[in-house]
């Protein structure tokens, strides 16, 4: 058992944090892997941190992303993986934590199943300036089928969740390098779509940081962050649809009202006049050209009007399916 790990890791302005991600790989019980940290252009002293670490390992790499990719973290993270050498392939973020058994422990569960594609694990959240720490729990058993257990985040994992078999990744399209948002979900959806063998075990081995600046919590971009989610939703609409899914019409009904009800959040972020209209194309999918059933289109058309001539109407187009169980296992 000594296959090589390729660490994946995009940053950007992590100089005050980076050191504490890259320290929990050295400290890694399992030695034989590469880090490949790919810069989105940071303006501060970021390269200065990497330089030392790259002077002392050789096992660390630090490359800029290219001038002709879209800025952002995913074509970081497609540039790391085209890099990468390793059998085994790990994205991490660059101001989150490995706990020492992290890669032993994922690295023995594929090695002891050659059938497996990837496994799963769980993880722990901490807070900038605070003691309290969380549980990231979820339905590692699934009580609906596979894409309708991932939607609802009843059988959801982050991007550093999973060690991924290289060869099950290669020749398919990796992470989206135009989504501002939802990049994890549009990538591990695509991926599930596949139908592959793997296993999501009950071991906490990595934690998240809460508390600084990210893309989620920044308040600016929190237009950006709505309008990639119904990029996202709009796109699992078509793949559900051609490959003819389990549960197709529950999970279609799912996308529908959460299309519908960011398009509402976004109308009390700026005019909805300019929303509406700019979404006028898909809010017409959504009502007549749906797979729906017909109350739930009079709902999701009143929903609409209320919103045009009076600002209102989220009950109408939130929905209520009720379909997220509680985290059981």
Known sequence: MNNLISIIIPTYNREHLISETLDSIIKQNYTNWECIVVDDGSTDNTDEVLKKYCENDTRFQYHQRPA????????????????????????????????????????????????????????????????????????RNLEHSLILGYLVKNHYFLTAAPLWKREYLEGKELFDETLFDSHESDFHLRMLLYYPKYIYTNDFLFSVRRGNTSITQNAQNKRLSLESKIVFFLK?????????????????????????????????????????????????????????????????????????????GYGFLRGNLNIREAITN
């Not at 609409?237 to 529908?256: A, G, M, P, S, W």
């Not at 959460?258 to 972020?269: A, D, F």
């Open 236 to 312: 699992v609409k078509k793949l559900i649809r051609k490959q003819k899914v389990e549960d197709y019409l529950l999970i279609n009904e799912y996308l529908t009202f959460r299309i519908s009800s960011i398009i509402y959040e976004l109308c009390l972020l700026t005019s909805r006049f300019e929303i509406i209209k700019k979404y006028k194309q898909n809010i017409f999918n959504l009502i007549f050209r749906n797979n729906i059933a017909l109350d739930k289109k009079c709902k999701l058309a009143t929903g609409f009007m209320l919103l045009l001539f009076l600002g209102k």
């Open 68 to 139: 002709d990719r879209l800025k952002g973290a995913n074509a970081c993270r497609n540039y790391g993986f085209e890099l990468s050498k390793g059998k085994y392939v790990k994205w991490f973020d660059s101001d989150d934590i490995m706990h020492p058994d992290f890669l032993e422990k994922q690295v023995t569960t594929l090695e002891q199943d050659k059938d497996l594609d990837f496994c799963v694990c769980l993880s722990l959240t901490f807070y900038e300036n605070s003691e309290i720490v969380t549980e990231n729990k979820a339905n």
